[in-house]
């Protein structure tokens, strides 16, 4: 009995030195391992870790899909020169995401001078009906591991654990073989469609709607009956206290939307004025439907005029 439990302790290290190897072997048809099973977000950390690291970029973008598509860091730059712009928005962003990539990622490896976080309508984490959760606040990483744990933390099988179990592995490995490239792995595909500041280099759509306001700057009145949300103010929270002791500044921002919300632009600007952290109405930047290819997403003219002004206003 112990004999035969010894040899198939044997045999499943073997089998894991095996698939070990393996995957050393496939690691370059591979390419950078899926580390979350958000691809977007490990396609930017790779186009970041390609650049030469003269060029990264100083200020940083984040929020959801109406900052993905509506901030443009050509465009920026090109309206002022002096600016190097990241976009690290991704689809979903919420109050807590943004924290966490910026408290994870963005400041230890690449230490900006200014994040701008933009909100929507939907970034807001925890308003009163979800008062008894338990916030899970982004927490720094524990550099100090024991030898095991260093050396799965370190082995292909904990690397590419997530690529493993995606059926598009296989896909990789066949496009590699048809396109005789090495360079076929979701996370480099995902990173070839962005350029070097982060942005979809597909076209943006023209479609033009029909809503909107009229963009008339409007008088805000203090209400008490805004109230903001819990879950955001404990990720802010942990924010500011990250970034207490490092030089970077911290801007919130509203979005551009064809329709004028009024709680919505005091929420965000009372958080930011909550926190001592710079703010941006961007929600003044654009609100005719002609700059819009749906009620929350800018379209290429759009684009345009928002990255503009926003370069105005960084």
Same mark, same amino acid.
């Given at each position: 009995?112990?004999?035969?439990?010894?040899?198939?302790?044997?045999?499943?290290?073997?089998?894991?030195?095996?698939?070990? !190897?393996?995957?050393?072997?496939? =690691?370059?048809?591979?390419? /950078?391992?899926?580390?979350?099973?958000?691809?977007?977000?490990?396609?930017?950390?790779?186009?970041?870790? %390609?650049?030469? /690291?003269?060029?990264?970029?100083?200020?940083?973008?984040?929020?959801?899909?109406?900052?993905? &598509?509506?901030?443009?860091?050509?465009?920026?730059?090109?309206?002022?020169?002096?600016? +190097?712009?990241?976009?690290?928005?991704?689809?979903?962003? @919420?109050?807590?995401?943004?924290?966490?990539l910026?408290? @994870?990622? &963005?400041i230890?490896?690449?230490?900006?001078?200014?994040?701008?976080?933009?909100?929507?309508q939907?970034?807001?984490?925890?308003?009163?009906?979800?008062?008894?959760?338990?916030?899970?606040?982004?927490?720094?990483?524990?550099?100090?591991?024991?030898?095991?744990?260093?050396?799965?933390?370190?082995?292909?099988?904990?690397?590419? +654990?997530?690529?493993?179990?995606?059926?598009?592995?296989?896909?990789?490995?066949?496009?590699?073989?048809?396109?005789?490239?090495?360079n076929?792995?979701? !996370?480099?595909?995902?990173?070839? @469609?962005?350029? @070097?500041?982060?942005? =979809?280099?597909?076209?943006?759509?023209?479609?033009?709607?029909?809503?909107?306001?009229?963009?008339?700057?409007?008088?805000?009145?203090?209400s %008490?009956?805004?109230?903001? /949300?819990?879950g955001?103010?404990?990720?802010?929270?942990?924010?500011?206290?990250?970034?207490n002791?490092?030089?970077?500044?911290?801007?919130?921002?509203?979005?551009?939307?064809?329709?004028?919300? /009024?709680?919505?632009r005091?929420?965000?600007?009372?958080?930011a004025?909550?926190?001592?952290?710079?703010?941006?109405?961007?929600?003044?930047?654009?609100?005719?439907?002609?700059?819009?290819?749906?009620?929350?997403?800018?379209?290429?003219?759009?684009?345009?005029?928002?990255?503009?002004?926003?370069?105005?206003?960084?």
């Open positions: 009995m112990v004999k035969h439990a010894r040899i198939y302790g044997l045999g499943i290290v073997m089998g894991l030195l095996l698939f070990e !190897v393996s995957l050393r072997i496939l =690691s370059p048809v591979l390419g /950078p391992p899926l580390t979350s099973w958000n691809t977007m977000q490990d396609a930017k950390l790779y186009k970041l870790e %390609s650049l030469d /690291p003269m060029t990264i970029p100083d200020i940083f973008v984040l929020g959801n899909s109406t900052a993905l &598509i509506g901030v443009n860091p050509s465009v920026v730059s090109s309206a002022n020169p002096d600016l +190097r712009v990241f976009n690290f928005a991704m689809n979903g962003s @919420d109050s807590l995401s943004m924290v966490r910026v408290t @994870d990622e &963005i230890p490896k690449y230490k900006p001078k200014d994040l701008i976080l933009f909100f929507s939907g970034s807001f984490r925890g308003y009163p009906d979800f008062s008894n959760h338990i916030y899970e606040l982004a927490q720094p990483r524990n550099s100090q591991k024991n030898l095991v744990s260093k050396v799965i933390s370190e082995s292909n099988l904990y690397r590419y +654990r997530n690529m493993i179990r995606d059926p598009m592995v296989l896909n990789s490995l066949v496009r590699s073989v048809r396109f005789f490239s090495a076929q792995g979701i !996370v480099a595909r995902w990173a070839s @469609d962005l350029d @070097d500041s982060g942005y =979809s280099l597909f076209e943006i759509s023209d479609t033009q709607i029909a809503e909107g306001w009229d963009g008339t700057p409007h008088q805000v009145v203090e %008490s009956e805004i109230v903001l /949300p819990a955001t103010i404990a990720d802010l929270e942990y924010l500011k206290s990250f970034v002791s490092r030089n970077i500044s911290i801007t919130l921002a509203t979005v551009p939307t064809t329709s004028y919300d /009024p709680t919505y005091l929420t965000v600007e009372r958080l004025r909550l926190f001592g952290f710079r703010f941006i109405q961007g929600n003044d930047a654009a609100s005719l439907g002609e700059f819009f290819q749906d009620p929350v997403h800018l379209n290429s003219r759009g684009v345009e005029i928002f990255s503009k002004w926003l370069a105005d206003r960084i």
